[in-house]
C-alpha cells in the first residue's frame, strides 16, 4: 500500500420522522493494481475464516 492514499466520500441524508441524519462514508481509493492485490489478501482471509464451518 502506498502512503499517500486518498480517499472517496459519499454523502447521504436519512429522514426519519422529525429528525434528519447526515451520513458520510470515506473509504480508501486505490489504483487498480493495488485494489487486486488487497481483494485477494481479503478473499485469503475469509476462506481461512469459513473453511473451518465446512
Same mark, same amino acid.
Given at each position: 500500500?502506498?502512503?499517500?492514499?486518498?480517499?472517496?466520500?459519499?454523502n447521504?441524508?436519512?429522514?426519519? $420522522? &422529525?429528525?434528519? #441524519?447526515? =451520513?458520510?462514508?470515506?473509504?480508501?481509493?486505490?489504483?487498480?493494481?493495488?485494489?487486486?492485490?488487497?481483494?485477494?489478501?481479503? $478473499? &485469503?482471509?475469509? #476462506?481461512? =475464516?469459513?473453511?473451518?464451518?465446512?
Open positions: 500500500m502506498t502512503n499517500n492514499t486518498y480517499y472517496q466520500t459519499n447521504e441524508t436519512i429522514s426519519l $420522522e &422529525k429528525m434528519q #441524519f447526515n =451520513v458520510i462514508s470515506r473509504r480508501p481509493k486505490y489504483d487498480k493494481k493495488e485494489f487486486e492485490s488487497i481483494k485477494m489478501d481479503i $478473499e &485469503k482471509e475469509l #476462506f481461512s =475464516v469459513f473453511q473451518k464451518y465446512e
